[in-house]
């Protein structure tokens, strides 16, 4: 999975601005969900019509059969009865969306967001730049109206809006910065980030060794990403990233201590005493982070003396 994939993916549920079924997404759309954490989340979609699990080609109605089962009823394939992985839907969390674009173009948290009716937002004004969100770029244009509700003296207005099929050059005049949500964003460490032009911050490295690619970790899980730990990626010695590695690759399931150790190749005998912190260095966040993301990730069933890692189950999940 890459980067690319996962922001696509956050482009493509925003531009829909509904539900998606699982099984309508690609293989590498359904690789890029894992990376994408709270971006996305699972919800019941529009039952009355759904994709056929059968052919996948014809979205087809649905009828209760009486006995609380539902069948779809394709026109090629006939009556079909669905199971639940049949209806389960993903969508994007656009509060997220939005929070996230704001934190990419700094704009100060003070002014709320505006919701201006009809999928267009106000995000805030960044360097005094009234910022504009937009599904659809075709509707900003129809309606230049919007633009002069948001209208500052002296400042541009910037309109952020998924790419159009076909677009040339700038579709507005001077005074108006149009930002293609696809190309001048991106996704990173769990938020979003502004690949500015030149002379702005240069947006971070694909090939920054911190993203997530499993999960909330990195590719070689020296670094794991957490939403809730303030001091940004994580970074974990050889032996840490050994124990997150081994329990990563038992999918979720509880394993004992000695199998978690014999699996990540350590000496030690139980998984946290590689992440204990020294006296001298309690408080500090680099020593402290990584046993704070264990204790986050791993669950321990004492008297079992089992642990694992649900968040590996859930990718796993998500990977099928
Ligand atoms: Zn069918």
Known sequence: MSTHD????????????????????SPREIAALPALGQAVKSTVPD???????YCHQQRAQVWGDGQRGHTCHCPECGPVPLVPQDTAAIRLDEDWLRRKLRLALSIE??????????????????????????????RVLQEPALLDRVRVAGGD????????????GAPFGAGVEWLALEERFTFYGGGIAFIGATGEPPAPQAGDPTMPVHGPFSADFKWVTLPDWPHGPIRLTNAQAAVFKALWSFKGEPRTAEQVMQRARLDS????????????????????????AYRALVVTQQR??????????ASSLAAA
């Open 269 to 292: 005998a139980k998984p946290i005493d590689v992440f204990k912190v020294k006296a001298r260095d309690r408080g500090k966040p680099q020593a402290e982070g990584p046993r704070w």
């Open 109 to 138: 948290s003070r002014d709320g967001i505006d919701d201006l009716g009809d999928g267009v937002w106000r995000l805030g004004d960044a360097r005094r730049s009234p910022v504009l969100l937009a599904r659809d770029l075709m």
């Open 157 to 168: 207005i910037r309109v952020i809006t998924p790419k159009p099929r076909k677009t040339r």
């Open 6 to 25: 996962a922001w696509a993916l956050v482009c493509r549920l925003f531009s829909l601005g509904t539900p998606v079924l699982r099984a309508a997404l």
């Open 47 to 53: 039952l009355r019509f759904v994709l056929c699990p």
């Open 304 to 313: 079992a003396g089992l642990y694992s890692m649900p968040c590996a189950a």
